[in-house]
């Protein structure tokens, strides 16, 4: 599988932005969808949104309007826009990534390190 190396993140009043970005840093030939998961102490990880290789996106609902994804021309970058964040969001934010076959994502086969992000209100 692909290396991922996150970037971004850190600490913001409630209603902040911030940017998280996350890179494929070793060579593939094969086209990857990304996504973001979190996790805060004592709950399970949590999707929050993906995508795919074609460019589409979809979200969790409790972030749908406050956070985007983007990517890069060589579709190697994509970031995730948080805006208007809630105290809510605070939780350390990983990215993963899955090979795209037959048009669509498969198994997410790899993690970043993860990025924490703390919303204060």
């Known amino acids: 599988q692909v290396q991922l190396v996150e970037s971004g993140g850190g600490s913001v009043q409630a209603g902040g932005s911030l940017r998280l970005s996350c890179a494929i840093s070793?060579?593939?030939?094969?086209?990857?969808?990304m996504g973001w998961f979190r996790q805060s102490p004592g709950k399970e990880r949590e999707w929050v949104a993906t995508i795919g290789y074609t460019g589409s996106t979809s979200y969790v609902e409790s972030v749908k309007g406050r956070f985007t994804i983007s990517e890069d021309n060589t579709k190697k970058i994509r970031y995730l826009h948080m805006n208007s964040l809630k105290s809510e969001d605070t939780a350390m934010y990983y990215c993963a990534a899955a090979p795209f076959i037959s048009s669509a994502c498969s198994t997410w086969n790899a993690w970043g390190q993860g990025r924490q992000v703390t919303v204060s209100s």
């Open positions: 070793t060579y593939t030939s094969i086209p990857h969808c």
